[in-house]
């Protein structure tokens, strides 16, 4: 399964929007990038899901570069509310029993 | 809504006792899954189900056993709590080739 490194951690304000970027060197050809949002004493709550370039979604964006080595979610004008951890997932979502890795994920602390 | 429940959201044991987490989902989903959180240390996949009497073991379920009887329900099982096993369990579940994960709320387990 191929292993996700973020940055621990994110600082950002009310009304600006906040990149986080994965790298996700070793992805394989049937993986998929997913991202889930966790608050404190709440369960993971997925986010946004892709396969290559570009998602969007109501919540979220997701860029994917060409070589899939690399992605970057994009949360446009954050809140308070925002304040959570955030996880990058790769791995193959058709595979029966397919698992998921969380790795520590990246914790952004929105300022007002 | 998708719903997963989780039968406790605290719990407190003695070192040496037989410990049953349940989990419930209520979308016929497929796949359910089994997780422990620990500080610094993000998810980890304790053990996964495909399918009812179907079981596979995730990254750590050494001092774990897992029971699906029932699609809508997946059991973790600790035969004898120590406290290392101190942790919130986090139960999930997801349609095959979905993706997408519901995690319920959480159990935080004191092992005494």
């Known amino acids: 399964l191929a292993k996700t490194t973020q940055p621990i951690s994110m600082d950002s304000y009310e009304g600006q929007e906040v990149n986080i970027t994965c790298s996700h060197n070793?992805?394989?050809?049937?993986?998929?990038i997913t991202w889930y949002q966790q608050f404190p004493s709440q369960g993971p709550r997925f986010i946004i899901q892709?396969?290559?370039t570009k998602v969007t979604n109501e919540v979220a964006s997701l860029f994917i570069p060409a070589d899939r080595k690399s992605s970057t979610l994009s949360l446009p004008r954050v809140s308070l509310s925002d304040t959570a951890v955030y996880y990058c997932?790769?791995?193959?979502?058709?595979?029966?029993?397919?698992?998921?890795?969380f790795g520590q994920g990246t914790e952004l602390s929105v300022k007002p | 809504d998708v719903k997963v429940t989780q039968s406790s959201r605290y719990l407190v044991k003695r070192t040496g006792e037989k410990v049953f987490l349940e989990c419930v989902q209520d979308?016929?989903?497929?796949?359910m899954f089994w997780y422990r959180q620990d500080p610094g240390l993000g998810l980890r996949l304790i053990y996964f189900?495909?399918?009812?009497?179907?079981?596979e073991k995730g990254d750590i379920p050494e001092g774990y056993s897992v029971s699906r009887e029932k699609k809508e329900r997946f059991s973790l099982i600790l035969e004898s709590a120590s406290t290392n096993q101190t942790s919130m369990y986090l139960c999930?579940?997801?349609?095959?080739?979905?993706?997408?994960?519901?995690f319920g709320p959480g159990t935080r387990l004191t092992v005494t």
């Open positions: 997932l790769v791995g193959d979502v058709n595979n029966q029993g397919g698992k998921l890795i």
């Open positions: 070793n992805i394989a050809t049937n993986d998929y």
């Open positions: 892709g396969y290559k």
């Open positions: 979308m016929d989903h497929e796949n």
């Open positions: 189900s495909y399918d009812v009497k179907m079981k």
């Open positions: 999930a579940s997801e349609t095959l080739g979905a993706g997408e994960q519901y």
